[in-house]
């Protein structure tokens, strides 16, 4: 079974412009966590989507939005970038048939924004 | 917030020592999950205590959560120089929860 994937690996934008993550969950899993992960900070939850809806939400601006697709697959965009927007983004996702309480992640996306 | 908080933020020991890292949370938990990275990567999950146990063993790796004291640790024994990454603890209120992380441990085991 394939695991959780991510796309792209890296990215590099100018400050000002919008970014738009992918996730695609391992197959099964309707629900679909997101984490901004930076050296400071640690691991901060943005949103969880479960069955296209948004569960749960963290406490970010609402420049970071996301969105889930009747796949699971899932979004996450930033809008007018910021330095401090530059971040290792994590999702993972988790299977509600075996209690749910598991996260599988991805390997992330290297956001670097200059 | 039930973030939990890690200590201590970095250890480094000798490889076949054993390595012992704690966690602190804030509210009443449904359970404790503990989760290892390695180098930038994505997390694995090591090990889930429920609310309800005290001690969880999983091959080298073992748990304990005292809800009394909101605290948990994780013992690795015998480490390995592959034990070498950092270290989460993960709580959610419920099963339909957000899962909080805490900032983690770095551990380094020296050769």
């Known amino acids: ?114 | 917030s039930q973030q939990g908080e890690e200590d201590p933020q970095a250890l480094s020991i000798q490889e076949g020592e054993n390595a012992t890292m704690n966690c602190s949370y804030k509210t009443s938990i449904n359970n404790l999950q503990w989760y290892r990275q390695n180098s930038g990567r994505g997390l694995v999950h090591l090990i889930l205590i429920r609310s309800n146990e005290r001690e969880k063993h999983s091959g080298r790796l073992r748990v304990t959560l005292d809800t009394s004291k909101k605290s948990s640790s994780l013992l690795i024994t015998a480490s390995r120089a592959a034990d070498t990454a950092s270290y989460f603890c993960a709580t959610g209120l419920n099963r339909d929860d957000k899962i909080i992380f805490g900032k983690g441990t770095r551990l380094h085991i020296l050769p």
């Open chain 1, 1 to 114: 079974k394939a695991g959780v994937t991510q796309t792209p690996r890296y990215l590099i934008k100018t400050r000002g412009q919008q970014v738009t993550l992918s996730c695609s969950p391992i197959s099964g899993h309707r629900s679909v966590s997101w984490y901004q992960q930076t050296p400071g900070q640690g691991l901060q939850f943005l949103f969880e989507y479960f069955s296209e809806t948004q569960r749960n939400k963290g406490n970010f601006p609402g420049r970071f939005s996301g969105r889930q697709f009747s796949n699971s697959r899932s979004e996450m965009n930033v809008s007018t970038l910021e330095l401090g927007d530059s971040a290792l983004y994590l999702c993972a996702s988790r299977d509600p048939r075996d209690g749910g309480e598991k996260l599988f992640f991805g390997s992330g996306t290297q956001l670097s924004v200059l």
